[in-house]
């Protein structure tokens, strides 16, 4: 979700300083209560309209790890996710678990299945 802009966000501290309440603020505005409330507890604590850095970090594969992924990938399809994990690191540098690769590649729209549709291989019930 983007944060509220720093033009609404001062709007929404005038209107405050006029008296209503942080309810009819955030229908004025079309925010939520608690957007209004939060703002003015950031202002009083900082002293700054400036919404805070967005949470978590940045991804490991990115850019051209990314691109030699995909390479990898249409070089070697059958390949298991360890081996996917393992060969990034001669070429870019870049150390990921099995985790990160894996939702790496479902970021990137890649499925690691190994065969194609076809029927289970087994007899009925003995």
Known sequence: MKPISVDLRARILEALKEGPSSLIIAKRFNVGASSVRKLRTQMERTGSLEPG??????????????????EIVREYPDATLNVYRELPLDAVGVAVSETTMWRQ???MDITLKKRPCERPNRTGRT
């Not at 850095?53 to 995909?70: S, T, W």
């Open 105 to 107: 590649l479902e970021r």
């Open 53 to 70: 850095a967005a949470p978590g970090r940045d991804r490991l594969i990115q850019g051209k790890a990314e691109k030699r992924l995909r």
